[in-house]
């Protein structure tokens, strides 16, 4: 007779080092949990304090003056993003073209370097750059701009020479054939073919502009960042509700204003 089949095993098997690095990672894991992770004891006394605070922030503050002045401060946030996610893509674009392996001109050392710096600008949190450039620029929205200039490059940097790598390299070769240099074969080749993933990126990194220009003004850097820390060092907690809120409502319209823009363009 003859012996049935055996069941494929449902776990892959793991040799002797994959198991101890998987110990390894799972212990470190529940070390992690058990030394930050917040206890029940901090989890029952935080929620009646949380409690307490929401309790303070209600009702929003709705003076006219107020609002008036929170308007002004969200153009400012506005003008901070668009200003500095419309820099930041138009530097992105030659840059990627130097870090795009084999498409470059400065072949795969440039590329190497390039990649290197939109790696080093994408590490340091936004917050960071924000603190270096109020400390040479000082106080106000410039500091934010550059800021987001430089997010947006760290962002935009990246996927931009990805999707010039992966672009059809077919209109680049009969570019090539005919005797077109690398900068012709960017502009009638690679750039109307990757320019869908070119806009859906420029529109993440808006949309991403936005969410960052909000946050910058807690260290100084302009925008509704500001008025925000301001209420909260002044235990203002109603302006802060109302702060929140807009923020909140001006983060989702964003949000959908970039999905309805993708959609259109597929």
Not at 15 to 36: D, E, K, R
Not at 137 to 152: F, Q, R, S
Not at 173 to 199: F, K, Q
Request: charged share 15%; glycine share 10%.
């Amino acid at each position: 007779m003859s012996r049935p089949a055996e069941l494929p095993s449902r776990l892959p098997r793991l040799s002797p080092l994959s198991f101890a690095l998987t110990i390894g990672v799972v212990a470190l894991v529940l070390v992690s949990i058990g030394q930050v992770a917040p206890s029940v004891g901090q989890m029952t006394e935080g929620v009646p304090n949380l409690v307490s605070l929401v309790s303070r922030m209600m009702p929003p503050n709705t003076d006219p003056a107020f609002l008036q002045r929170i308007f002004w401060r969200i153009l400012e946030t506005f003008q901070i993003a668009l200003a500095g996610a419309v820099i930041g893509i138009a530097i992105s674009l030659p840059i990627a073209w130097i870090s795009a392996r084999g498409i470059g001109p400065f072949g795969n050392i440039g590329a190497f370097l390039t990649r290197a710096f939109v790696s080093f600008l994408r590490t340091v949190p936004d917050l960071v750059w924000a603190l270096l450039f109020v400390a040479t620029v000082g106080l106000g929205a410039v500091a934010g701009t550059m800021t987001i200039v430089v997010d947006t490059i760290g962002f935009c940097g990246r996927f931009f020479a990805e999707a010039m790598e992966d672009s059809d390299k077919e209109p680049q070769e009969a570019i090539s054939a005919i005797g077109g240099h690398r900068l012709s074969i960017l502009l009638g080749a690679i750039i109307p073919d990757v320019m869908p993933s070119l806009i859906n990126s420029s529109l993440f990194a808006l949309e991403k502009a936005v969410r960052s220009s909000v946050v910058l003004g807690l260290v100084g850097a302009g925008g509704i960042g500001q008025e925000l820390k301001v209420a909260f060092d002044m235990f203002q907690y109603r302006n802060a509700s109302t702060i929140i809120l807009v923020i909140f409502v001006i983060v989702l319209g964003m949000e959908r204003l970039t999905d309805r823009l993708r959609r259109k363009l597929k």
